[in-house]
């Protein structure tokens, strides 16, 4: 079967950093992607891992860890406009590459 | 510019009534899925698709049908709906499994 977890719901203050994890147990795991979804809109791509470290993208970077089944995505100088839900997405090879979405993390950033 | 195209954005419709939305993309991908999104529970895979002719069930494909005729078009099929497929639907499209898929603006389907 196939797990991914990260928390439902966190909260920041604008301009802090915020970690978000994500850890999975799934078979033919490919790479894992990160995606944001403000309320009512549809998710927008962030950033996908296939090895094992940091990719690093203007504020947002992201990791992985295939050893341990874990990611996470950092957040930097966190700003009103990041208040979204991020969702994790393991890519599996299952004969076609299938992507299995965690159930996201609603972040609310703070003034 | 870049795009999926769902429709209707928005739908009410009674138990038993069929209905379809359609889905649409202009970025010659091969790859087409739908999703269901509800509380609590996050993106469940409901059909994909590999290319024109080619679908397969996803997490969840009970109640839906999707067909693929051409490789632009992707439609979900409710033969009879039932109000436990109230939810926002998804369809994404992408070049290959291992890059971004570009989500629709999502249908949000109320059955009654």
């Known amino acids: ?111 | 510019e870049a795009q999926v195209t769902q429709n209707p954005r928005y739908l009410i419709t009674v138990t038993g009534k069929k209905l379809t939305v359609t889905c649409s993309q202009n970025m010659n991908h091969e790859y087409m899925s739908w999703y269901r999104q509800d509380p609590g529970l996050g993106l469940r895979q409901i059909y994909y698709s590999m290319n024109v002719e080619v679908t397969d069930k996803g997490d969840v494909p009970e109640g839906y049908k999707v067909s693929r005729k051409e490789k632009r078009n992707f439609p979900l099929i409710l033969e009879s709906p039932s109000p436990n497929q109230t939810s926002l639907y998804f369809c994404a499209s992408s070049g290959g499994g291992d890059l971004e898929a570009f989500f629709g603006q999502g249908t949000r389907l109320t059955v009654v």
């Open chain 1, 1 to 111: 079967g196939q797990n991914i977890d990260q928390p439902t719901e966190m909260t920041a203050t604008e301009g802090a950093i915020v970690q978000i994890n994500c850890t999975y147990q799934t078979s033919g795991f490919n790479g894992l992607f990160w995606y944001q979804q403000h309320a009512g809109e549809a998710p927008t791509f962030l950033s996908y891992n296939v090895l094992d470290g940091l990719e690093e993208k203007g504020r947002f970077s992201s990791f992985l860890s295939r050893s341990k089944g874990y990611s996470y995505l950092l957040l930097k100088e966190l700003q009103m406009k990041d208040s979204a839900s991020y969702l994790c997405a393991v890519s599996m090879n299952t004969g076609f590459q299938k992507l299995v979405f965690g159930t996201g993390t609603r972040l609310l950033v703070s003034p």
